[in-house]
Each structure stands twice: as C-alpha cells, then as structure tokens.
C-alpha cells in the first residue's frame, strides 16, 4: 500500500486586515465611534460644527479685501467679511507704530529668531548654539537701535569675565570657588569704570549706529514677540533655581523663595503691570529712565517664573526617592546630581505643564494693552477709533486669535513631539 505524504514548503502569506481596523475607518471606530455614547457625542458636535460653518464659510468666503472703508463693504454686501480692514492695517497690527521705513528691522529680527531656535529644539544643530547665546544681544540692537558697541559691551564684559577665570583657575589660583569669585568681581569692575570709556573708544573707531525707535513706538505682535519670548526664555533657568530653593533645606534659602512664590503667584498679572508702569517710578532715583519695555518684561518674567517653579517642584516630586539616592550612591555632589539625574527626569515629566506655562505666558501678553502699550489687542481699540473703520469687530479679532493660534499651536505641537521622543516606558 502506498502512502502520499505532503510536506508544506512554503509558508502561508498573512491574510491582510479586515477594512475596519486599518486606516481612517480604524481611527473613526477608536476615536469617535468606540461606544454608544461617544458615538452619540460625535453625531451632536458633527451638528454644531456644521450648524456654525453654514454661515461662517459664506460669511468669510465672500469677504471684501479691496474696500477703502466698513461703509464701502456695507454699501456692497453687509452679509459678508469687511477684510479690507486687514489688507489696510495688516502693517500696525504686524509692528504697531515702528517707523514705516525701518520694518526691515524687527522682519529681520523674527527671521533670526526662528534661525536661533533650531539649535535647541533641534540636537544634530546644537553646534550652532553660540547663535543662539549672541542673539538676544542682536535683537535688541536691531529693535531699539543706538550704537552696535553699547550692546556688544556685555558680551565683550563676559567673554573678559570668562577668560579671567580660566586664566586664575590654570595659573594663579588654586580652588575653582576663589577663581569665579574673583572673575565675577573683576567682571563688575569692567561693566562699571571701563565699558563706557570702551563704548566710546569703538564707536569713535568704527561706528556702526542705527536709528534709535523709542519703545512706544513698539507694538502689534512684534511687542507681543518680545515680551512673550524674553519671558519664555528667562523664566525658566529663575523657574527651576525657585524650584530647588523650596525644596532646600538651608531655612533662608527656603523661606525666600516660598515668600517669593507665595507672593507672585497670589497677585494678579495685570497689578504687577501696573507695578512696573506706574508705581515702580517712585522708587527709583528722580531723573531714572527705566524703559517700559524692559520693566514688562521682568514683571511677566517674575509671574511667569513663579508657576514654572510650581510646575517644576512637581516634577521634583514625582521622582522615587531611590533616583536620589542611587545619585548618591554614585559620590556624585548636590549639583552633579541635580545636573545628570535628577533635573533631566524632573523636566522630562513637567513638559506639559512646562509648556502650558509657555503657552499661558505668550497669551497674557495682551494684558500690556491695559498700560498702554499698543499690542494687538490695543491696536484692534486704535483701528476700530478710526472713522473710516469704525464699528468692525469680528475680522481683527479673528485674524489676531490666528495668530496667537499659530504660535501656540506649534507650542504645543513641539511639546508632544518631545514627549514621544523621550518617552522610555515602552
């Protein structure tokens, strides 16, 4: 009797995926669908969003760009979107009362912000982040303009600061400690009796000026772009020093700092700008010019620093207590430990908060229009006080709200990119 036997040589190819569990339909069925109740929440705000684009799309879609007035686009159509308004003042609303001729300066100015921030959202460019440390210098000459060498002047007092303290700590001084106090001293000598004598001495051997613009003249989102940005950048470092200066346990150091965010985090933004506006005056030296500009910017870096330092103490706190002393373990110092450890994990696990501070911060900077300074929401007041385009609301309102959304969309999309990228739980 003879037996056929049948041996498989090759394997059976993988069937493909029901329709209903790749693709839009997969995503639909977990997002929107995933139970009777969401599926009836979905339905009902399909309803709502169609209910309110039935007129929005008409109403915008049809808008007038090329009118001279609200009362030529009323005369045309008054069912539709005056955008003339925009295609008018898109120019204010952009940099407020900047001289016409110099808006070269800030567009440039935005355009090396976007370069200076690549190397650190970007790590293969961080090679380049010496742009980024020489910007804030550049950008306030190109802003505010005056002479290029009474801005270089900081950054010649700390490459002279640095060098002394390699010179002291290689040569002369034995203790790392004696090498940065003396450098920082002879820092402060420099900055008070020989930067101004050097200023004059470059200036007079070459001159390179620019046209001074005063700060009331800065405003639209070029203001808000600077106030949101330097108070970004500055509240972190001040925010993550609070952090650790609470959780210290020298009592001076610790009760300084809960007084001081105890303190900012209890008082409304708009008083503090009203502190640096008004009341800050009277108790600086008669004749002091203290620039408006720069005192909004550190009340709204101080508010800001106060919440990021909550924000961060919560990371602190939601680390094991073994993550510290695994560091000491490892004879690693206090600093060390924070530096290499401990610090990067607590970051790590605030991004979020970190970032709605951010977000929160960069919004709040249309309260500067309750202290006169013309951001876009104070310029919206100015326009809409013109005759001609008396009486609109809803056109500036929604291209200033695009841009606020612009910016704090990409925010909040950087965010969650770094969330994922360093996401190590899985």
């Known amino acids: 009797m003879t037996k056929i036997a049948y041996v498989r040589e090759k394997g059976i190819p993988p069937s ?17 669908f995933s139970s009777w109740f969401n599926g009836i929440l979905t339905l009902f705000s399909l ?4 209910l309110i684009l039935a ?15 609200l009362r030529e686009c009323l005369d045309l159509d008054p069912n539709v979107a005056c955008f003339s308004v925009l295609t008018a003042r898109w120019k204010q609303l952009l940099f407020g009362l900047y001289p016409a001729e110099e808006y070269w300066r800030p567009t440039l ?8 921030i690549v190397p650190i959202l ?39 600061g640095f060098a002394t303290y390699v010179i002291l700590s290689s040569k002369f001084l034995k203790t790392t400690s004696m090498a940065l106090s003396a450098s920082i001293v002879l820092t402060v000598l420099f900055y008070l009796f020989f930067s101004s004598l050097l200023v004059r001495f470059l200036s007079f051997l070459l001159p390179i000026n620019l046209p001074f613009v005063d700060s009331l003249q800065l405003g639209g989102f070029t203001l808000s772009i600077v106030v949101g940005v330097s108070g970004i950048v500055a509240s972190f470092p001040i925010g993550i020093l609070l952090a650790l200066g609470r959780q210290s346990n020298l009592p001076v150091i ?8 105890e303190f900012i985090r209890g008082v409304p933004l708009i008083t503090l700008l009203f502190v640096a506006s008004v009341l800050l005056n009277y108790f600086l ?73 951010f977000i929160g911060l960069f919004k709040d900077t249309t309260l500067v229009s309750i202290i006169s300074l013309r951001d876009p929401v ?23 709200g695009l841009m606020f959304f612009v910016f704090c969309f990409g925010m909040s999309q950087y965010s969650q990119y770094l969330e994922r990228k360093l996401k190590t739980d899985n």
């Open 16 to 32: 493909p995926p029901p329709l209903t569990e790749v693709g839009i339909i997969r995503w639909v069925r977990q997002n929107l």
């Open 285 to 357: 030296p008669p004749g002091t010019n203290f620039d408006i500009v720069l005192r909004v910017v550190i009340m709204v870096t101080l508010f800001s620093a106060a919440y990021m330092a909550e924000v961060i103490r919560g990371g602190l706190a939601g680390l094991p207590l073994g993550q510290h002393e695994a560091s000491a373990s490892l004879g690693l110092t206090y600093w060390q430990s924070q530096r290499l450890v401990i610090m990067p994990q607590a970051l790590k696990i605030s991004i979020p908060g970190i970032v709605n501070t």
């Open 55 to 69: 007129d929005f799309i008409p109403w915008a879609w049809g808008g007038h760009w090329q009118t001279k007035s």
């Open 109 to 116: 100015t935005f355009i090396l912000l976007l370069l200076s």
């Open 122 to 160: 970007v790590p293969k460019y961080l090679k380049f982040f010496w742009f980024s440390a020489i910007y804030p210098g550049l950008a306030i000459w190109l802003l505010w303009g005056g002479s290029f060498w009474s801005v270089a002047i900081v950054y010649i007092g700390l490459i002279f």
């Open 47 to 50: 309803y709502f969003i169609i």
């Open 378 to 400: 104070g310029l919206a007041s100015t326009i809409r006080a013109d005759s001609k385009w008396n009486g609109i609301y809803w056109e500036l309102y929604i291209a200033i």
């Open 254 to 261: 610790k009760m300084i700092c809960v007084g001081f965010i």
